[in-house]
C-alpha cells in the first residue's frame, strides 16, 4: 500500500507489487483482497481518485487535465469517467462545491453547512437537510473553535516506525498497543527523546471512514529491523501549520476544526504530505484520556 501511494503516476502492475510484497502474484492477489476487503486494482483506482479529489481542492492553478495525468491516469477522459463514478459528479462540479472544513459527530460541512461527499458514497453520512440544520444550530453556538496559537513552523525530517490503523479513529490505540508491546523489548522506548506521533494517510472528508488509514508511530534514531505488522517510514521535514492543544478524548474534533478553519483566512493551503498529531504527553496520561499535543500540517502560501 504505501508503495502504490509513493508510485499512483507510473503503471503498477500485480506482478511488480506481487514482487515487493515476496509472494506470487496469485497468492499475493488472493492476500490483499482478503486483508483490506478491497482489490488492488480498486485501491489503486480508489488512492488515485481521491488524490484528484484533493487536488481538485487545493490546486486551484493546476487544470483537470493536468490533475488527471498526475494521478496516473492515462487519458482526461478515463479520468472523467472514474471520478464521476466514484463521487456522482463531475471534477468541474465536485471542484465548484465548498471545500469541506468542519466536522461534527463524524459527518464533515462545508463553511455553508452543507454535508461533503466522499469517496464511492454517493449520498452523504446522514439525511442532508437534517445535518445542514443541525449544522447551522451548532455553528451559531460556536461550537467548533479553540482558542489557541497556530504558527508555521519548519519541522525536522523523523524517522518512525509505525503500526498502521484502518478505520475509526478510537480504535487506534489497538495499534499503538501492538507498538508498544514491539517497541519496549528492543529498547527503543527511551521517553522524552522518543517522540510518539499519529501519522494520517487520507482525508477523512473524502475517504469513507471505514477507509481511513492512520499510523500509530514513535521516533527512532538508529536504523531498525521492522517485521509483521511493524512498518517504517521517514515523515518529511518543512514548512507547516502547527497548532498547539491540550485536550481531552472528545476534544480531537474541535481541534481539529480549529486548523481547518485557519486555513481559510490565513493565506496558506495544504500541500501534499501527510498531517500529524505529535504528542508531549506520557502514555500513561494518554491511558487516561488526557492529550497535550500539536497539530501539523504541511503547507504552502496560496
Given amino acids: 500500500m504505501d508503495y502504490i501511494e509513493k508510485h499512483l503516476t507510473e503503471d503498477i502492475t500485480l506482478d511488480k507489487l506481487a514482487q515487493i510484497a515476496c509472494f506470487s502474484p496469485f497468492h499475493f492477489n488472493r492476500i490483499f483482497s482478503t486483508l483490506t476487503n478491497e482489490t488492488i486494482t480498486a485501491f489503486i483506482q480508489r488512492k488515485r481518485i481521491e488524490k484528484a479529489a484533493r487536488l481538485l481542492k487545493n490546486e486551484e492553478n493546476m487544470s483537470i487535465s493536468e490533475i488527471a495525468f498526475d494521478c496516473g491516469f492515462g487519458s482526461v477522459a478515463h479520468f472523467c469517467r472514474t471520478f464521476r463514478k466514484c463521487l456522482g459528479m463531475t471534477a468541474k462540479e465536485f471542484r465548484e462545491t465548498e471545500k469541506a472544513i468542519y466536522i461534527k459527530d463524524g459527518v464533515y460541512f462545508s463553511k455553508n453547512g452543507q454535508p461533503a461527499r466522499k ?32 504558527e508555521i513552523k519548519e519541522m525536522p525530517e523523523m524517522n518512525v516506525v509505525y503500526c498502521r490503523h484502518t478505520g475509526q479513529y478510537n480504535q487506534i490505540m489497538k495499534a499503538y498497543e501492538k507498538l508498544m508491546k514491539w517497541a519496549g523489548p528492543r529498547g527503543l522506548l ?38 509483521g505488522e511493524i512498518g517504517k517510514m521517514k515523515l518529511e521535514g518543512g514548512k507547516y501549520a502547527v497548532g498547539h492543544f491540550e485536550i481531552d478524548q472528545k476534544g480531537f474534533e474541535k481541534a481539529w476544526n480549529t486548523m481547518c478553519l485557519w486555513f481559510t483566512e490565513s493565506g496558506y493551503q495544504p500541500r501534499e504530505g501527510y498531517p500529524y498529531e505529535l504528542y508531549y504527553n506520557s502514555p500513561e496520561d494518554a491511558a487516561l484520556g488526557k492529550f497535550v499535543l500539536d497539530i501539523c500540517i504541511p503547507v504552502k502560501t496560496l
Fill in 119 to 150: 469517496i464511492s458514497q454517493l449520498n452523504p453520512d446522514s439525511n442532508e437537510q437534517l445535518c445542514s440544520d443541525n449544522f447551522k444550530q451548532f455553528n451559531h453556538s460556536n461550537l467548533f473553535i479553540m482558542d489557541t496559537k497556530i
Fill in 190 to 227: 527511551n521517553f522524552p527523546e522518543t517522540k510518539i506521533i499519529t501519522v494520517y494517510h487520507d482525508d477523512p472528508a473524502i475517504t469513507a471512514i471505514d477507509q481511513v488509514r492512520q499510523s500509530a508511530c514513535i521516533t527512532v534514531d538508529k536504523e531498525v529491523k521492522v517485521e
